[in-house]
Nanobody, 124 residues
Framework: QVQLVESGGGLVQAGGSLRLSCAAS????????MGWFRQAPGKEREFVAG????????LYADSVKGRFTISRDNAKNTVYLQMNSLKPEDTAVYYC?????????????????WGQGTQVTVSS
């Protein structure tokens, strides 16, 4: 059983940056694809970014490509999401998730473990 804890959310002005972290415990972190998702009020949870076991491949939603960067440190059992040039439409609860299959997939239904989420609010 893998436990995931997100941190780093907060309130930021449009154009600003935040770095989210997700610390994993209870499993072999390096054996999981890690993903970031977000959910805004009244909307479905949507894929933001994913990274393979070794970090050699990444995948991004079109809406964040060029602004967000996902990375991982397997020695620290942590995955990161660097968010730059933030926009009000990026406001959401951000979740990290772990997938036991080494495939980069956008569907939230395939991810096996989830964190509790961290709120990101971008003011205009």
């Amino acid at each position: 059983q893998v436990q995931l804890v997100e941190s780093g959310g907060g309130l930021v002005q449009a154009g600003g940056s935040l770095r989210l972290s997700c610390a994993a415990s209870g499993g072999t972190f390096s054996f999981y694809v890690m993903g970031w998702f977000r959910q805004a009020p009244g909307k479905e949870r949507e894929f933001v970014a994913g990274i393979t076991w070794s970090g050699d491949r990444t995948l991004y939603a079109d809406s964040v490509k060029g602004r967000f960067t996902i990375s991982r440190d397997n020695a620290k059992n942590t995955v990161y999401l660097q968010m730059n040039s933030l926009k009000p439409e990026d406001t959401a609860v951000y979740y990290c998730a772990a997938d036991r299959e080494n495939l980069l997939r956008r569907s939230y239904s395939v991810y096996d473990y989830w964190g509790q989420g961290t709120q990101v609010t971008v003011s205009s």
